[in-house]
Nanobody
Framework: QLQLVESGGGLVQPGGSLRLSCAVSGFTLDYYDIGWFRQAPGKEREGVSCISRSGTSMQYADSVKGRFTISRDNAKNTVYLQMNSLKPEDTAVYYC??????????????????????WGKGTLVTVSS
């Protein structure tokens, strides 16, 4: 059974850091591009960061560039999102998703998750003092 499970969310003060993990099971991560998406209350889902199946192409939303870093370890079937210098506006439920139908990570993130085949249930990140 294909499954993605996010972990690492929680409550953090502004300026703090968190590392999210997306553990994949039931399929081989090598064949899938992965995206991190988030949805804040009352807002549309947006692409935060996306990484190609090879790990050589990455895309970041303008709002997180320089603060977030996406990485993947195909041997461990896990994708990570290191989040530094967190801001209150980063508060959202963060989802990871896997797909292989969208040709570029730029498009994957820009589409906000449409076209991604498999999703985790999300992990809540709250940035507040």
């Amino acid at each position: 059974q294909l499954q993605l499970v996010e972990s690492g969310g929680g409550l953090v003060q502004p300026g703090g850091s968190l590392r999210l993990s997306c553990a994949v099971s039931g399929f081989t991560l090598d064949y899938y591009d992965i995206g991190w998406f988030r949805q804040a209350p009352g807002k549309e889902r947006e692409g935060v960061s996306c990484i190609s199946r090879s790990g050589t192409s990455m895309q970041y939303a303008d709002s997180v560039k320089g603060r977030f870093t996406i990485s993947r370890d195909n041997a461990k079937n896990t994708v990570y999102l290191q989040m530094n210098s967190l801001k209150p506006e980063d508060t959202a439920v963060y989802y990871c998703a896997a797909g292989n139908a969208i040709t570029t990570v730029q498009a994957m993130c820009a589409l906000g998750g449409y076209g991604m085949g498999y999703w985790g249930k999300g992990t809540l990140v709250t940035v507040s003092s």
